[in-house]
């Protein structure tokens, strides 16, 4: 069970941080968003190790960090702009360090709500 929060209205250039509460701990997270109409697109993801990476368009700009203890990810939005208004959706599952940085949305069995992330101009 994955939980999304931190979802919310902002202007451009503003700052939003997302958080993902996992029921327990998973080796890979991912965050990824959704524009109605479209795929699933992929914004990072964090391994069991911490090693992040994300897609090029927020790279910069978005940070994704976890607290292990409390087994939570963050998604730190700054600069945003109007292309990052999407539902922003938490995945998770028992990846190796390897597919985890390959797994695409279909790979992921675990899924949050969403959290809705409007950026105004």
């Known amino acids: 069970h994955l939980e999304e929060s931190g979802g919310g209205s902002v202007q451009a250039g503003g700052s939003l941080r997302l958080s993902c509460v996992a029921a327990i701990s998973y080796p890979c997270m991912g965050w990824f968003r959704e524009v109605q109409g479209d795929e699933r697109e992929a914004v990072g993801r964090?391994?069991?190790?911490?090693?992040?990476e994300y897609v090029e368009s927020v790279k910069g700009r978005f940070t994704i960090s976890k607290d292990a203890f409390n087994n939570t990810m963050y998604l730190q939005m700054n600069s945003l702009n109007p292309e990052d208004t999407a539902m922003y959706y938490c995945?998770?599952?028992?990846?190796?360090?390897?597919?985890?940085?390959?797994?695409?949305?279909?790979?992921?069995?675990?899924w949050g709500q969403g959290t809705q992330v409007t950026v105004s101009s």
């Open positions: 995945a998770a599952d028992a990846f190796g360090e390897r597919l985890c940085h390959v797994a695409e949305a279909s790979d992921y069995n675990y």
């Open positions: 964090i391994d069991s190790d911490g090693n992040t």
